[in-house]
């Protein structure tokens, strides 16, 4: 008796309204990629080659070393995967545009490489402000810059002539 | 823990053979992504760069060989306690060097180091009437506070400097004493300076250095007719082949208060970092005259863990 009371009660509840946004109830921000480019957009910020933080090589030497755009992107591509599977530092990126930081990366690379292109993103302040990364994670990336090069075989010397380049951004990168 | 034992026995010769072949293949191809590793809740991963930590001097610091550099003993960065341990054996015609010790890098900022030297004299001691195989023994306690600047990044011309102090206490006072050495105990002051010039993959140290040391303070400190500090240098440079393997060569100027022609220290040494965690150090040390024995160079050996 008392059962059936209770289904038949059951029965006679409404289904939740389908014109709930349950984004909205819950505050979800979506993030909407761009369509073409499949990027997050940014604020609005100058563009300008400024922004790499570093000096360009001049001549073609260093661009070689790298295996030009081609190898400069394989070496971007790897480290970005590394850096997103590294146990040490990968809290630090997740939810972060990976499809962006693998293209300014490589800008930025193939900028300061001079190997013939022009950086788009934004300053290494502003796009590492926030972020609480330590000098012991800005370790954790190089090293795995260090094994994205090495496997595209480019000299050490030559690795640490693009490291020496990142270095003096140390300031902007790290907080603590 | 079994593992790094069974590391810490390898024969030091093996792994320098290995040495030039491992620099060209440190890394292997398609290294797994890394992973962390931890020995409790004081450290981090291993958060510095390889090496970065530098070797144990013989004065117990973090440093290379017979040098102090800037570095802060151990694999820790700002939040971390790191540890570092070593075994040194240095093999010289008329004398047998042998020292270990411990050093504890706190936040990267303040180095504790403990060392003890043993100098075993073989057959001169019976030479000089001390008895064959009279060991002269030494501890070294040292603190050392980095004070500014960062080996690896920031601006290429400013270096780390660290300033450190070192408490010596020689173990055979009333034979240094009969040796001329006013004291058998004594501090030393040092100033570093260290940075890794990336653009060119050379590490350059120099260090500043006041003492009254005989011979690193195994013959005491001063001497009843020279008992004042004196301003001592000590520069080191090495060539960054690898992430793993650097070679390089280090000077090491040194007071002869006690008239017996003391030499200024050289040597080439290399170091390698065989695991994340075990640098091997090979060196040929020129160590010149000691006690009035000349010629005394030979293999610097060491074996260091570092977390
Ligand atoms: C010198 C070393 C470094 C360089 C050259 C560098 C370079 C860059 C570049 C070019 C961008 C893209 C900027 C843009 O979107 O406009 C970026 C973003 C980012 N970087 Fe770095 N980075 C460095 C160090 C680090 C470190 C140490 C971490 C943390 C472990 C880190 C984490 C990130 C993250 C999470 C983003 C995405 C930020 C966002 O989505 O707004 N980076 N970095």
């Known amino acids: 008796m008392l059962c059936s009371a209770i289904l038949a009660l059951f029965f006679m509840q409404q289904p939740p309204a389908d ?3 349950w984004d909205e109830e819950f505050s979800v921000e979506t993030v909407e990629r761009d369509p073409s480019t499949g990027e997050v957009p940014t604020d609005p910020y100058d ?42 530092i990968a809290a630090i990126f997740e939810g972060h545009d990976e499809v962006r930081l693998r293209r300014t990366l490589f800008e930025q690379f193939c900028y300061i490489l001079n190997a013939g292109c022009d950086y788009t993103g934004r300053d290494m302040r502003s796009s590492h402000e926030g972020l609480g990364s330590r000098k012991a994670d800005l370790n954790a990336v190089v090293e795995n810059l260090q094994q994205a090069m090495h496997e ?21 990168v790290v907080e603590r | 823990m079994n593992q790094l034992l069974r590391y810490a026995t390898l024969p030091v010769a093996l792994a320098i053979s290995h040495a030039p072949v491992a620099a060209q293949d440190a890394l292997p191809e398609k290294e797994a992504v890394p992973q962390p590793s931890s020995i409790g809740s004081f450290t981090d991963y291993n958060a510095k760069l390889l090496l970065t930590n530098g070797v144990s001097a013989i004065d117990g610091a973090s440093g290379g060989g017979i040098s102090d550099w800037a570095t802060i003993a151990g694999r820790q960065e700002s939040r971390g306690v790191g540890f570092q341990a070593h075994v040194t054996a240095v093999l010289l015609p008329d004398y047998l060097y042998q020292s270990h010790g411990l050093s504890v890098g706190i936040a990267d900022r303040l180095e504790l180091s403990y060392a003890r030297q043993n100098f075993d004299t073989r057959e001169v001691g019976a030479a000089l009437g001390l008895g064959r195989g ?7 306690f040292g603190a050392k506070v980095r004070l500014f600047g960062d080996v690896v990044y920031g601006d290429e011309l400013l270096p780390q400097v660290s300033a450190g102090a070192q408490y010596k206490r020689s173990l055979d006072g009333p034979i240094v004493n009969a040796v001329g050495a006013a004291h058998d105990n004594g501090l030393d002051f040092t100033l570093s300076a260290t940075k890794l010039f990336l653009s060119r993959s050379i590490l350059v140290n120099t260090t500043a250095r006041l003492t009254k ?61 065989p695991t994340d965690n ?18 005394q160079r030979g293999a610097f050996l060491q074996a260091q863990i570092a977390f």
């Open chain 1, 19 to 21: 014109t709930i946004d």
């Open chain 1, 47 to 88: 563009q300008s080659n400024a922004n790499a933080g570093a000096v360009p090589f001049e001549g073609e030497s260093m661009a070689a070393r790298f295996g030009g755009q081609d190898g400069i992107r394989r070496i971007v591509e790897r480290f970005v995967d590394l850096n997103f599977a590294d146990p040490r």
């Open chain 1, 152 to 172: 595209e075989g480019v000299p050490f010397a030559a690795q640490n002539r693009l490291l020496a380049k990142l270095a003096p951004m140390k300031g902007d």
């Open chain 2, 134 to 140: 009279y060991t002269f023994n030494q501890d070294i």
């Open chain 2, 213 to 273: 040391s005989n011979q690193n303070g195994l013959l005491g400190f001063g001497s009843h007719a020279n008992d004042g500090y004196a301003l001592h240098f000590e520069g080191a440079v090495a060539y960054q082949f690898s992430r793993r393997f650097v070679l390089g060569g280090e000077f090491r100027s040194k007071p002869d208060n006690l008239g017996l022609g003391e030499d200024d220290w050289l040597d080439i040494f290399a170091a390698y970092a």
């Open chain 2, 278 to 295: 075990l640098t091997l150090t090979a060196a040929y040390a020129d160590l010149g005259s000691i006690a009035t024995f000349g010629g």
